[in-house]
Nanobody, 119 residues
Framework: QVQVVESGGGLVQPGGSLRLACAAS????????MGWYRQAPGKQRELAAA???????NYADTVKGRFTISRDNAKNTVYLQMNGLKPADTAVYYC?????????????WGQGTLVTVSS
């Protein structure tokens, strides 16, 4: 019954910034980690950034130094601050939430939000 809702996508000029948000509904599961994947037209989905329950972060080399992932545990929300955007960043961005309950684990994907970087 967990729902993941994304927001913040849109059209931005090269060099501009956007902030994506991903909110997960409350449930009996605990959030182990959250991440942002992106899929450009004609390309496979790739990990852009992730954050684990202990606060550790991981970034793709292509976005390191420009993107920042953060979380608000009280709101079950993860953010992706994207600065210095490039046309190559154009993609549908999907939020992934990894949930655990005892020995069970599940992954829930957001609906995706389109980021278009173009002049």
């Amino acid at each position: 019954q967990v729902q993941v809702v994304e927001s913040g996508g849109g059209l931005v000029q090269p060099g501009g910034s956007l902030r994506l948000a991903c909110a997960a509904s409350e449930s009996a599961f605990s959030i182990k980690g959250m991440g942002w994947y992106r899929q450009a037209p004609g390309k496979q989905r790739e990990l852009a950034a992730a954050i684990t329950s202990d606060g550790s972060t991981n970034y793709a080399d292509t976005v390191k130094g420009r993107f920042t992932i953060s979380r608000d545990n009280a709101k079950n929300t993860v953010y992706l601050q994207m600065n210095g955007l490039k046309p190559a960043d154009t993609a549908v961005y999907y939020c992934l939430v990894v949930l655990v309950r005892g020995s069970e684990a599940r992954e829930v994907w957001g609906q995706g939000t389109l980021v278009t970087v173009s002049s």
